[in-house]
């Protein structure tokens, strides 16, 4: 029998069992795709490494901190200003926070107002002081009604934080928690953001290193018999003293009847091929304009490595489930694009993968973590761990992970760790 089986081989899983595996247990992970991850992979189509949809690392992120080795995902960090796009016309917006010439290129650049500059730099120094989880606790409302309580324009809104937060939280509309923002805005402040070289699944598969991982087994139920649960799956029934499940909500709620679904964000994404080099820009594309595209990157032109020698890789995100086809959509992504470089250099770019992604996060609108789930079930050994227990993303799903796996080796201090510490 088991010490404890893990149900879901993404970061909260992954984080609960290698936690466990460490401290002496004997664990299991039990995963129903081909390869671990969840939302956390990377894969190679045509010699380009292409991450699922486009996320980045933010290296500060406390769970982060305590469970990767940096060094070895051989962070390239992503430059501290984007690029604001209106059509043909690009100007950069650089990060008064991190990066003096930033704070110059921001101070001088046309694309906002100079009252909206110096609210930045003011958000960035009252943000700066307390601990970053405090930011998590205190009142709540939309990210944009914290924003104009700020003072901040609707050109401020339009050309920066709806795309780039619009960008991180899927939700151009900002009704996003602001307390969310005010952590996230810390993070970026603390450590910035960065790819890993070989891509996001090099996160997935340092975690996965030494944990016992069977793939392609779904768990379809969970009976416990007091002493034990068993789970029955596609491969047969397993035995366990404990089991924590770290799916997706909609499944967690399936396997052990707690309500924890709260819907999904979904978000789009094209990733092109090109043969020449359209544009050498590292940094983020932010779209000021109304149309599909939220952001881009030109990913291989930060990380060379994502695509074969002499030709680059765009990805270009976009927000939402567009009810349209795959050519029509990309025929209104090349169509946007074209505003951007020319007809003809659109027309050029190859189009690699279309990525749909139903379940990307869930709705974090403001107050959402005052109903949080906790880790305990109705089910006698059945622990929850995933995003949903805390918030969705890559901290809230590590937190978790070691949260459960505190709980099962009765570790007071990491039972006790605040949402965000
Ligand atoms: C496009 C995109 C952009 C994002 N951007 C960011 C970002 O910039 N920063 C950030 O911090 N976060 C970001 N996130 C969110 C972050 O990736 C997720 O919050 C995190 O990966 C969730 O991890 P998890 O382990 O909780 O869930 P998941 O990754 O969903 O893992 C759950 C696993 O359970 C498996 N599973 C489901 N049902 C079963 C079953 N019955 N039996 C066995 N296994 C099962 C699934 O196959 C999956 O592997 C983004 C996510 C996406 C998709």
Redesign the pocket.
């Known amino acids: 029998m088991l010490d404890v089986l893990v149900?879901?081989?993404?970061?909260?899983?992954l984080t609960a069992a290698r936690t466990l595996t460490r401290a002496g247990k004997r664990v299991r992970v039990?995963?129903?795709?081909p390869e671990?991850?969840?939302?956390?992979r990377s894969r190679v189509v045509d010699g380009f490494t292409i991450d699922?949809?486009?996320?980045?690392l933010?290296p500060s992120?406390p769970a982060v901190l305590r469970q990767l080795d940096l060094g070895a995902l051989d962070l390239v960090p992503i430059p501290p200003s984007a690029v604001v796009r209106r059509g043909s016309r690009a100007a950069v917006l650089g990060d008064p926070i991190r990066d003096p010439a930033g704070l110059l290129s921001t101070l001088t650049t046309r694309v906002l107002p100079l009252g909206d500059k110096l609210r930045v730099v003011k958000l960035a120094a009252s943000l700066r002081a307390p601990a970053p989880h405090t930011l998590l606790t205190g009142p709540d409302e939309s990210t944009e009604g914290y924003l104009r309580r700020q003072g901040f324009s609707d050109v401020a809104l339009d050309v920066f934080f709806r795309p780039f937060f619009g960008g991180?939280f899927?939700d151009r509309r900002l009704g996003t928690s602001a307390r969310l923002f005010r952590y996230y805005f810390r993070m970026l402040m603390d450590g910035g953001a960065a790819l890993p070289r070989a891509g996001m699944g090099a996160i997935t598969a340092q975690l996965a290193q030494g944990v016992d991982v069977r793939t392609d087994?779904?768990?379809?139920r969970l009976v416990p018999h007091g002493e034990h649960v068993t789970a029955a799956t596609s491969a047969g029934e397993i035995d366990a003293r404990h089991v924590i499940v770290?799916?997706?909500p909609d499944?967690t709620q399936q396997?052990t009847g707690e309500p924890v679904s709260r819907g999904s964000v979904g978000?789009t994404?094209l990733h092109y091929a090109a043969q020449e080099r359209i544009d050498p820009e590292t940094r983020l594309l932010l779209n000021a304009e109304d149309g599909l595209i939220n952001n881009a990157q030109w990913v291989s032109s930060g990380v060379p490595g994502r695509a074969p020698a002499g030709q680059h890789l765009l990805t270009v995100s976009v927000l939402g489930l567009p009810e349209l086809d795959d050519d029509a959509l990309d025929a209104r992504v090349r169509g946007e694009l074209s505003r951007w470089y020319g007809q003809e250099a659109a027309l050029r770019l190859r189009t690699l993968l279309t990525e749909r992604?139903r379940?990307?996060?869930y709705p974090q609108p403001p107050e959402y973590a005052a109903t949080l789930p906790g880790h305990a079930t109705d089910l006698p050994g059945v622990l929850l761990?995933?995003?949903?227990t805390s918030m969705?993303?890559?901290?809230?799903?590590m937190e978790?992970?070691e949260k459960a796996a505190a709980i099962v080796l009765g570790d007071l201090a990491g039972m006790s760790r605040p949402r965000g510490a």
């Open positions: 149900i879901g081989g993404g970061l909260a899983g039990l995963e129903a795709a671990v991850g969840g939302r956390v699922a949809g486009y996320q980045v933010f992120y991180i899927l087994t779904r768990v379809t770290a799916t997706d499944t396997l978000s994404y992604i379940h990307a996060q761990a995933g995003e949903i969705s993303g890559i901290q809230g799903a978790s992970g």
